[in-house]
């Protein structure tokens, strides 16, 4: 089965600094790879997705990256906020036929 | 995105006694699914909710442990059989909806059992 890593565990970056957090997966049919940011308390909610036509997405400070060969794909936030402290989830999976496999999460410290 | 409504949002249970936790959504979708997420941890895919047919167990989960319902497109329950402080957990209900890949999860249940 899907098996994602995901790095760091841990991130702390000061305000306005960009963060970078990178998962790989080992299942070659994963073909959707999302980001789910989940606040303290609350559920996850998806901020940004990729799928496997696609090498790169962005959305405003938000952008994803994907290469396929090496099968890895990364989350980058540019000028951080401190609401943008939180734990961030990457997930994979094989799209409308398949579940989705969570990578342990990084949690994102944005100091002020 | 399809609106999820999950209860209970929380319960606190005795060891022993069974919980059982409703997933309703707004529109018919392809795929339910269950997860479990311990405090401080990721979320772990429990099962797959088949739509009239026994649901799809993942390694380490069993159905006599974690029977699952979906009599049809838009409601899913997962009851907690006899319960230990072991699945003091969050559970949630996700979805897919058909012709986009975009999976949506309810509330959550915070189950403590005591």
């Known amino acids: 089965g899907e098996n994602v890593e995901q790095h760091p565990s841990t991130l702390s970056v000061q305000e306005g600094d960009s963060a970078v957090i990178k998962c790989t997966y080992s299942d070659s049919a994963s073909n959707y790879f999302p980001w789910y940011k989940q606040e303290l308390g609350k559920r996850p909610q998806l901020i940004i997705d990729?799928?496997?036509?696609?090498g790169e997405k962005k959305d405003q400070r938000i952008a994803v990256t994907l290469n396929k060969t090496a099968k890895h794909f990364s989350l980058h936030i540019t000028e951080t906020q401190p609401e943008d402290s939180a734990v961030y989830f990457c997930?994979?999976?094989?799209?409308?036929?398949?579940?989705?496999?969570f990578g342990k999460g990084t949690k994102l410290s944005v100091k002020p | 995105s399809a609106v999820i409504s999950q209860k209970p949002s929380r319960d606190i249970c005795q060891r022993g006694t069974s919980l059982t936790i409703q997933c309703q959504v707004d529109?018919?979708?392809?795929?339910m699914f269950w997860y479990r997420q311990q405090p401080g941890q990721s979320l772990t895919l429990i099962a797959t909710a088949n739509q009239g047919s026994e649901a799809t167990y993942e390694s380490g989960f069993v159905i006599d442990k974690f029977p699952i319902s979906r009599p049809n497109l838009t409601f899913s329950t997962l009851t907690v059989s006899n319960m230990s402080p072991e699945d003091s957990s969050i559970y949630l209900c996700?979805?897919?909806?058909?012709?986009?890949?975009?999976?949506?999860f309810g509330s959550g249940t915070r189950l403590t059992v005591v």
């Open positions: 990729i799928r496997s036509n696609v």
């Open positions: 996700s979805v897919l909806r058909q012709a986009n890949y975009g999976y949506t």
């Open positions: 529109s018919q979708v392809t795929m």
């Open positions: 997930a994979a999976s094989r799209g409308s036929q398949g579940n989705l496999i």
